[in-house]
């Protein structure tokens, strides 16, 4: 089992900036991928970024240059640097953890924290 403790999101002004950040304590295989993912109200929930055990990174289209994933390995923690942030960016964001166990991939989630954009 996996548990992931997520920074508080919060109110930020269209331009801003804000970090979150996502521990995960637990059972975490050597082959796993961390991420983010977002729901918007009255929209389905999408991958904004993650990244790979290996450090390989994938973006959501809308926000390739704008937001950066990183991950502390010794740590087990994932962050998302987020630049420039526009109204749409607006949603709960969900930190994402995929454990390889063979033979199939286990998806762990953490319990949301809001990111409003607005003046």
């Known amino acids: 089992q996996v548990q992931l403790v997520e920074s508080r999101g919060g109110l930020v002004q269209p331009g801003g900036s804000l970090r979150l950040s996502c521990a995960a304590s637990g059972s975490i295989s050597s082959t796993n991928a961390m991420g983010w993912y977002r729901q918007a109200p009255g929209k389905q929930r999408e991958l904004v970024a993650d990244i790979t055990s290996g450090g390989n990174t994938n973006y959501a289209d809308s926000v390739k240059g704008r937001f950066t994933i990183s991950r502390d390995n010794a740590k087990n923690t994932v962050y998302l640097q987020m630049n420039s942030l526009k109204p749409e960016d607006t949603a709960v964001y969900y930190c994402?953890?995929?454990?390889?166990?063979?033979?199939?991939?286990?998806?762990?989630w953490g319990q949301g924290t809001q990111v409003t954009v607005s003046s």
């Open positions: 994402n953890v995929r454990n390889w166990r063979f033979p199939r991939w286990y998806n762990y």
